[in-house]
Nanobody, 130 residues
Framework: QLQLVESGGGLVQPGGSLRLSCVAS????????IGWFHQAPGKEREGVSC????????YYADSVKGRFTISRDSAKNTVYLQMNSLHPEVTGVYYC???????????????????????WGVGTLVPVSS
């Protein structure tokens, strides 16, 4: 069974930082494209950042470029999303997902349902508020 579990969310003040983690069990993330997705209250889910299986290719939504960094640690079977300079607009639930065949651009930039991907987590809540 392919499982992903997100963690690291929590209340943060504007301007603060968080690091989200996405841990896999039942499979190794090394062969999968991994993405982080954001769903703000009342809005559609959008791709925030994705990373290729090799780690050589990344994608960032325009709204987070220069502030968010995605990375992967094979030894820990984990993908991270470092989020800096947070502002209230990034409030929402963050999901990670894995897919064997999707490329970075397709996974993040196209409106593909998480349910059509190989695995996805239940999300972690990030409220940004003073």
């Amino acid at each position: 069974q392919l499982q992903l579990v997100e963690s690291g969310g929590g209340l943060v003040q504007p301007g603060g930082s968080l690091r989200l983690s996405c841990v896999a069990s039942g499979f190794t993330l090394d062969y999968f494209t991994i993405g982080w997705f954001h769903q703000a209250p009342g809005k559609e889910r959008e791709g925030v950042s994705c990373i290729s299986s090799s780690g050589d290719e990344t994608y960032y939504a325009d709204s987070v470029k220069g502030r968010f960094t995605i990375s992967r640690d094979s030894a820990k079977n984990t993908v991270y999303l470092q989020m800096n300079s947070l502002h209230p607009e990034v409030t929402g639930v963050y999901y990670c997902a894995a897919d064997y065949t999707l490329i970075v651009q397709s996974m993040c930039a196209q409106k593909i349902s998480l349910r059509s991907m190989d695995s996805w987590g239940v999300g972690t809540l990030v409220p940004v508020s003073s």
